[in-house]
């Protein structure tokens, strides 16, 4: 559905805009790819207060960090509402999240008054990140409640589980289109292309480059390891099988032709 107005609208012409993504699946590149994007395409960045985002801090202060991404941690109708009430005709509007959708953004989005994106990864790079983090806890001496464990990729079953629930749910919603990690972090064209073609927006081609390089040296940026399809070379043959049993489903709907694949490189072995 196209940035426009309808007759479910009202008449009015404006969008929240919301980008899901899967942990350690780039989301924060995706957010910032479609940051500047929309900047680029005459829709400069709208930040909103923490309070409107519900968001407030444990102290009472307002921190700049979540204004700079809009992130929302918790779908409530006060949130959905302030939202509604705030964005101005005219303008496409960011808004960032890792946590599922409540009924009241999805009722929004059904409407007609927004869309939504859904930002994926194959769970074998994912389950790498998770493991990396882990890893760094460890060396800094810090506490690892996750129950994930280095060595055992089936310990990050239940947290990536939980994970991908949202993204199914955020999937429900009129309009969404999915964006695959590879893609945005290394072909990004077609996911510059994709989210202008949901939200109707003429960006010429030629500005797609600029956009990216704007998004990849963004400061807020969470750069892991970055390389293309990691499975292949840290993962064992027989983790991955585990994983493309495990998340069969996950892989039918998005990653049909997923299959263990083993290039030369350091092979993680379990356990």
């Not at 996750?146 to 939980?162: K, M, Y």
């Amino acid at each position: 559905m196209p940035f426009e107005a309808d007759g479910d609208s009202g008449g009015r012409v404006q969008m929240i805009y919301v980008s899901f993504g899967l942990e350690k699946a780039g989301s924060t590149l995706t957010a910032n790819l479609t940051r500047h994007l929309l900047e680029t395409a005459g829709h400069p960045h709208m930040p909103l207060s923490a309070q409107d985002r519900g968001d407030i801090k444990s102290n009472g202060n307002y921190g700049r960090h979540g204004e700079l991404t809009n992130n929302v941690n918790d779908w409530t109708p006060d949130v959905v509402a302030a939202m509604d009430r705030l964005i101005p005709d005219g303008r496409i509007v960011l808004l960032r999240t890792h946590a599922g959708p409540g009924a009241e953004i999805l009722k929004l989005i059904n409407e007609g008054r927004g869309l939504c994106h859904v930002a994926l990864r194959d769970p074998r790079d994912i389950i790498l990140s998770m493991l990396d983090v882990i890893s760094r806890k460890e060396k800094l001496g810090r506490p690892n409640r996750t129950g994930i464990r280095l060595g055992d990729v089936t310990s990050a079953f239940e947290p990536l589980q939980v994970n991908l629930e949202s993204a199914y749910q955020w999937g429900t919603a009129r309009g969404v289109i999915f964006l695959d990690y590879e893609n945005t972090a290394f072909n990004a064209d077609i996911t510059i292309a994709a989210i202008c073609e949901q939200l109707g927006l003429a960006l010429p081609r030629e500005k797609y480059a600029t956009v990216f390089a704007e998004a990849a040296a963004n400061p807020n940026g969470k750069l892991n390891v970055g390389v293309s399809m990691r499975h292949r070379r840290e993962m064992s043959a027989r983790d991955q099988e585990a994983v493309l049993a495990h998340f069969a489903d996950f892989y039918a709907r998005f990653y049909p032709k997923a299959t263990v694949v083993i290039e030369d490189g350091p092979l993680a072995e379990s356990a």
